[in-house]
């Protein structure tokens, strides 16, 4: 069971687009990461946010947090071929495990 | 390199087989995750360790799934009588002090 909620599921753009992924939860986290994941590759960690209304930005990626700590979003901007991959948030609600959502898959064509 | 490892990262087995992961931690790391990961889903969550402790189990590891972390540093997944619908990815990751968390390469299996 999925506790979080991803959208868009997949996402196919040209190269040199923005875009915009969302992660939602009717729960508050206590911290939330994004992960970017390549097929046949463990998820590697983009960012980890943890207060509410954080924005954070890592090159072309911003990352914000929701006031309430219950939704985050990714904005992508100039998108390049090498972003493709699938783009997963996980939630931490009580400091122990994470839960996971379904993920974005993101095709950037060149 | 100082990350998490996983070994292997392939195994192929025939159904009715058991199967052994090891996982290695980043060495400050006190917490460490197992999860499964099918095609098409996130991660989802199987047990987890603070040092060598097991302090929760899902419903998902049935009775044939084990894992131990004797000393608390590296830990182990064994999956006993294996069936077709065990194939997956097996993820480990460790879990720093600023909550952050960490990925292994995972361990392809596919039970035939």
């Known amino acids: 069971t999925q506790l979080l909620e991803q959208s868009p599921q997949f996402l196919s753009i040209q190269e040199g687009e923005n875009l915009t992924v969302y992660c939602n939860s009717s729960?508050?986290?206590?911290?939330l990461q994004w992960y970017r994941q390549e097929p046949g590759e463990g998820p590697v960690l983009l960012v980890t946010?943890?207060?509410?209304?954080e924005v954070k930005k890592l090159k072309r990626l911003t990352f914000q947090f929701g006031d309430a700590r219950k939704d985050s979003s990714l904005h992508i901007t100039a998108a390049q071929p090498g972003d493709t991959g699938l783009y997963l948030c996980?939630?931490?609600?009580?400091?122990?495990?994470?839960?996971f959502g379904s993920g974005t898959k993101l095709n950037v064509k060149p | 390199d100082t990350g998490v490892s996983q070994d292997p990262r392939h195994k192929i087995t025939k159904r009715g087989q058991n199967v052994t992961f090891r996982c290695d931690p980043i060495?400050?790391?006190?917490?460490l995750y197992w999860y499964r990961q099918t095609l098409g889903q996130g991660p989802e969550f199987l047990t987890y360790?603070?040092?060598?402790?097991?302090?929760?189990k899902s419903r998902l590891l049935s009775d044939r799934f084990s894992a131990e972390r004797p000393k608390g540093s590296f830990s182990t997944l064994e999956i006993q009588r294996t069936e077709q619908g065990d194939s997956a990815m097996y993820l480990c990751?460790?879990?720093?002090?600023?909550?952050?968390?960490?990925f292994g390469p995972g361990t392809r299996l596919t039970v035939l």
């Open positions: 360790f603070q040092n060598e402790a097991q302090l929760e």
């Open positions: 990751a460790s879990r720093g002090p600023w909550d952050t968390q960490y």
């Open positions: 996980a939630g931490d609600y009580n400091f122990n495990k994470f839960y």
């Open positions: 946010v943890v207060t509410g209304g």
């Open positions: 729960s508050v986290f206590s911290s």
């Open positions: 060495s400050e790391h006190n917490r």
